[in-house]
């Protein structure tokens, strides 16, 4: 009996250690959960900063800025830590932005170094960063707070320039570091004066470093041909002429010739007519359209396949025709050579709210009006 009653005891210690729930919780008083990391080089040693959410009792929006160096990635996290006496959840960073001299250095390292690290997440934004990375933070904090402008807001759904914008996670720039048939463009911002963020196109990494740049209008091509969900855009045919598309579809064709490869981009677009001059019919702004679509597209896929990089996912429809050894070398010695063509078809929706003024009725229209 008596054993049995210490046995009892036992057991109901060892459930209550149990029923403790979260005893190595912190409160959420006691926690800062930064929203962008910025990575740069101070000499020989990485500079980590994170913009973090000040808690305060007024409704005025409070950002802080915390760093710190270290000779690894890791190390510099460590010591920035150290600077804090909250608990630093990385897990809800959203961005990080690189130094773009870094990019040009290499970040093959770095990315695997976060994609490694388990309490990282592996889906935040990635910008590369064109000027110093402390003026960089200090000014997005500062418009922040005055104007309320959110920061990366331009990586954000339907905003302005979404279209030439190549949003990248930090998984999505792994996988094009170690993929042998994928390339990736990541964006290059600044802060600004009068916006949140400056935008200055694209540079496309090749093994982790920066070899070439994609102007804004290149990356928005890049964004067409990639079958992109996102679509409506204004395209200027010339000085007076702009459209807005509406919609596209993209289908790529491959034929291959012993080892010549043909490839067919066929390209469809549906758009509005938003400004033109009032001689120009439609035939002629549809074939105006069509041309610098496909000139523009041959252009900018020429300048990739010189670089041996490609961010528009050519090898990936085709990699299943390869074995793993010839996949190696793909972009080297088999992507180069790909005879390309882009065939543009676009089919006007409507001319705006306008009366078309080459339609053979207007002189009956005007007649009429002035009767």
């Given at each position: 009996?008596?054993?049995?009653?210490?046995?009892?005891?036992?057991?109901?210690l060892?459930?209550?250690?149990?029923?403790s729930?979260c005893?190595?919780?912190?409160?959420?008083?006691y926690?800062?959960?930064?929203?962008?990391m910025?990575v740069?080089k101070?000499?020989?040693?990485f500079?980590?900063y994170?913009?973090?959410?000040?808690?305060?009792?007024?409704?005025?929006?409070?950002?802080?800025?915390?760093?710190?160096?270290?000779?690894?990635?890791?190390d510099?996290?460590?010591?920035?830590?150290k600077?804090i006496?909250?608990?630093?959840?990385?897990?809800?960073?959203?961005?990080?932005?690189?130094?773009?001299e870094?990019?040009?250095?290499?970040?093959?390292?770095?990315?695997?170094?976060?994609?490694?690290?388990?309490?990282?997440?592996?889906?935040?934004?990635v910008a590369?960063?064109?000027e110093?990375?402390n003026?960089?933070?200090?000014?997005?904090?500062?418009?922040?707070?005055e104007v309320?402008?959110?920061?990366?807001?331009?990586?954000?759904?339907?905003?302005?320039?979404?279209?030439y914008?190549?949003?990248?996670?930090?998984?999505?720039?792994?996988?094009?570091?170690?993929?042998?048939?994928?390339?990736?463009?990541?964006?290059?911002?600044?802060?600004?004066?009068?916006?949140?963020?400056?935008?200055?196109g694209a540079?496309?990494?090749k093994?982790?470093?920066?070899?070439?740049?994609?102007?804004?209008?290149e990356?928005?091509?890049?964004?067409?041909?990639?079958n992109?969900?996102?679509i409506?855009?204004?395209?200027?045919?010339?000085?007076?002429?702009?459209?807005?598309?509406?919609?596209?579809?993209?289908?790529?064709?491959?034929?291959f010739?012993?080892?010549?490869?043909?490839?067919?981009?066929?390209?469809?677009?549906?758009?509005?007519?938003?400004?033109?001059?009032?001689?120009?019919?439609?035939e002629?702004?549809?074939?105006?359209f069509?041309?610098?679509?496909?000139?523009?597209?041959?252009?900018?896929?020429?300048?990739?396949?010189?670089?041996?990089?490609?961010?528009?996912?050519?090898?990936?429809?085709?990699?299943k025709?390869?074995?793993?050894?010839?996949?190696?070398?793909?972009?080297?010695?088999?992507?180069?050579?790909?005879?390309?063509d882009?065939?543009?078809?676009?089919?006007?929706?409507?001319?705006?709210?306008i009366?078309?003024l080459?339609?053979?009725?207007?002189e009956?229209?005007?007649?009429?009006?002035?009767?």
């Amino acid at each position: 009996m008596k054993h049995n009653y210490w046995k009892k005891i036992i057991i109901a210690l060892f459930i209550v250690v149990f029923l403790s729930g979260c005893w190595d919780s912190r409160d959420i008083n006691y926690r800062s959960m930064p929203i962008l990391m910025g990575v740069t080089k101070d000499e020989e040693l990485f500079h980590v900063y994170m913009i973090i959410p000040v808690s305060v009792v007024s409704e005025q929006r409070n950002l802080a800025k915390v760093d710190g160096k270290g000779a690894t990635i890791v190390d510099a996290i460590e010591q920035l830590k150290k600077k804090i006496e909250t608990t630093i959840d990385l897990e809800h960073i959203g961005y990080i932005v690189f130094d773009e001299e870094l990019g040009k250095q290499g970040i093959e390292k770095m990315v695997k170094t976060f994609m490694r690290m388990r309490d990282m997440p592996s889906t935040p934004s990635v910008a590369f960063v064109k000027e110093d990375m402390n003026d960089y933070i200090e000014m997005m904090i500062s418009t922040f707070e005055e104007v309320g402008v959110p920061i990366f807001g331009f990586l954000e759904k339907q905003t302005g320039w979404e279209i030439y914008n190549p949003e990248v996670s930090l998984w999505e720039v792994y996988r094009g570091i170690y993929s042998y048939t994928t390339d990736i463009a990541i964006p290059i911002i600044s802060s600004n004066q009068d916006l949140a963020t400056g935008y200055f196109g694209a540079a496309v990494l090749k093994e982790g470093k920066i070899i070439d740049t994609l102007s804004s209008m290149e990356v928005m091509l890049m964004n067409l041909l990639n079958n992109e969900n996102v679509i409506k855009t204004f395209v200027n045919i010339n000085d007076t002429t702009n459209v807005e598309l509406v919609d596209r579809s993209v289908e790529y064709d491959y034929s291959f010739k012993g080892e010549e490869i043909d490839l067919t981009i066929k390209v469809e677009f549906i758009m509005i007519v938003s400004e033109a001059d009032d001689h120009l019919t439609g035939e002629d702004i549809q074939k105006k359209f069509e041309e610098k679509m496909k000139k523009d597209m041959l252009q900018m896929i020429k300048k990739l396949q010189d670089k041996h990089v490609d961010v528009l996912g050519i090898g990936n429809r085709m990699r299943k025709n390869y074995t793993n050894a010839e996949l190696e070398k793909f972009l080297d010695e088999i992507y180069p050579n790909i005879n390309v063509d882009v065939e543009v078809n676009a089919v006007i929706e409507n001319n705006g709210k306008i009366r078309n003024l080459n339609n053979d009725d207007f002189e009956d229209w005007d007649q009429q009006k002035q009767d």
